[in-house]
């Protein structure tokens, strides 16, 4: 089926992983761009968190010259820790599809793969990750590499980097906060 396509190359279950997971990538970002990115109150959302966070950088460097502008400034981060929680909230609905179509194409990926070695590792993991990446494998052969470590090394850096290319990467204010921020260290 799938791996007839790269049959005739020394690592076509590799490419042929990496390029469903391409294929993958590119229709999970489809479906975020119309259920999230078109609509106007994420781009009001996004909007709204560059400003506060280019006011609050602004703010925080006039601070060393201004010690009273603090109660303005916790205003301010607290203001931008709503916004990015609401943001974060928006793009829930999206997650849910996007997880539903992951899950669809790693479960036809692990029957067609299944107990295949698709790739060779030029190192051998670490204990803790040898059990994601030789699972399912016959032999004692660390360095063999199943389909689902293929996959997900390959999901998290390629849909990632789209997300970056297309632009649909969280507002720069955004990327520590989301449903479970780092707590703030003056609270402490």
Not at 46 to 60: G, H, Q, R, V
Not at 86 to 107: N, R, Y
Not at 143 to 156: E, I, P, V
Request: charged content about 20%; proline content about 5%; hydrophobic content about 40%.
């Amino acid at each position: 089926m799938a791996s007839t396509l790269f049959s005739y190359l020394k690592y076509s279950d590799g490419l042929t992983i990496v390029g469903i997971s391409i294929c993958t990538a590119v229709i999970c970002e489809a479906i975020s761009w119309v259920l999230i990115y078109r609509t106007t109150s994420y781009n009001s959302l996004k909007s709204n968190i560059d400003k506060a966070s280019k006011k609050l950088e602004t703010m925080k460097t006039l601070e060393s010259k201004k010690p009273n502008k603090s109660k303005k400034i916790d205003r301010f981060e607290t203001s931008l820790k709503d916004s990015s929680r609401d943001l974060s909230l928006f793009k829930f609905k999206s997650g849910f599809v996007v997880a539903i179509v992951l899950f669809m194409v790693f479960a036809f990926l692990n029957s067609l793969f299944e107990g295949k070695v698709v790739a060779k590792l030029p190192f051998v993991p670490f204990r803790i990750i040898q059990k994601m990446s030789h699972r399912g494998l016959p032999g004692n052969d660390m360095t063999d590499c199943s389909m689902a470590f293929l996959y997900l090394l390959c999901s998290m850096s390629i849909r990632t980097n789209l997300q970056k290319f297309l632009g649909f990467s969280p507002p720069r204010g955004a990327a520590g906060a989301g449903l479970f921020p780092l707590p703030d260290p003056k609270t402490n």
